[in-house]
């Protein structure tokens, strides 16, 4: 499974944007698939997954602000990203598992949220 992630840049607090992320290869192993960042210095966590079926978590700080969506058509998965804050500056990753316990991940793309 390779995935592929785009829609990353700058934008000023308050503002939006919209990361997708699509999945090639062996496509029919995909069970959750989300969405991780990792700010300068930290760690990486986990923002938004979504399952196969459509149920939906968020870490709390984005709640009410971001929004996970799938297209299993499409074998991609989207975050609507509103209401954006300077502390969402991250670069974010694609992430998704197997039904078999195997984790993929897609190559960051950077979220810069300034004035």
């Known amino acids: 499974v390779q995935l592929q992630a785009s829609g990353g840049g700058l934008v000023q607090p308050g503002g939006s944007l919209r990361l997708s992320c699509a999945a090639s290869?062996?496509?029919?192993?995909?069970?959750?698939m989300g969405w991780y960042r990792q700010a300068p210095g930290k760690q990486r966590d986990s923002v938004a997954v979504i399952t196969r079926g459509g149920t939906t978590t968020y870490v709390d700080s984005v709640k009410g602000r971001f929004t996970i969506s799938r297209d299993n058509a499409k074998n991609t998965v989207y975050l609507q990203m509103n209401s954006l804050k300077p502390e969402d500056t991250a670069v974010y990753y694609c992430?998704?598992?197997?039904?078999?316990?195997?984790?993929?991940w897609g190559k960051g793309t950077l979220v810069t949220v300034s004035s």
């Open positions: 290869g062996s496509i029919f192993r995909i069970r959750n």
């Open positions: 992430y998704a598992d197997s039904y078999a316990g195997m984790d993929y």
